[in-house]
């Protein structure tokens, strides 16, 4: 199984009404992708100085299968989306 995290540092001026089909976007892809076999995402909420605002963490099966995930029409769209509105993404994938 392969871990895939990410996060998005919004930018200050993107209201919370991007953000949040932002995040609509993102837990879509659980059911538009049959590669994904689990995904959580959501809005951070203890908000320290570090934090970033949103978070997903998804699971695969194996490296086939993330890379299918990876060129989806469906995430393109939606990691265009975050990455036009953020300061800052980052990602790890690991096994698990």
């Known amino acids: 199984m392969l ?3 990410v996060i998005w540092k919004y930018r200050a001026d993107v209201e919370r009404e991007v953000r949040e089909e932002h995040v ?15 995904l959580s995402v ?12 949103t978070g997903l963490v998804a699971i695969f099966r ?7 995930y990876t060129v989806h029409p469906e995430h393109i ?8 509105i953020s300061e800052q993404v980052a990602s790890i994938d690991f096994e698990s």
């Open 77 to 84: 769209k939606v990691a265009e989306l975050g990455a036009s």
């Open 24 to 38: 609509r976007m993102l837990r879509s892809l659980s059911s538009a992708i049959n590669e994904v076999e689990s």
């Open 42 to 53: 959501g809005f951070d909420v203890v908000k320290l100085p570090r934090s970033f605002d």
């Open 3 to 5: 871990t895939h995290i």
């Open 62 to 68: 194996d490296r086939t299968a993330i890379d299918a």
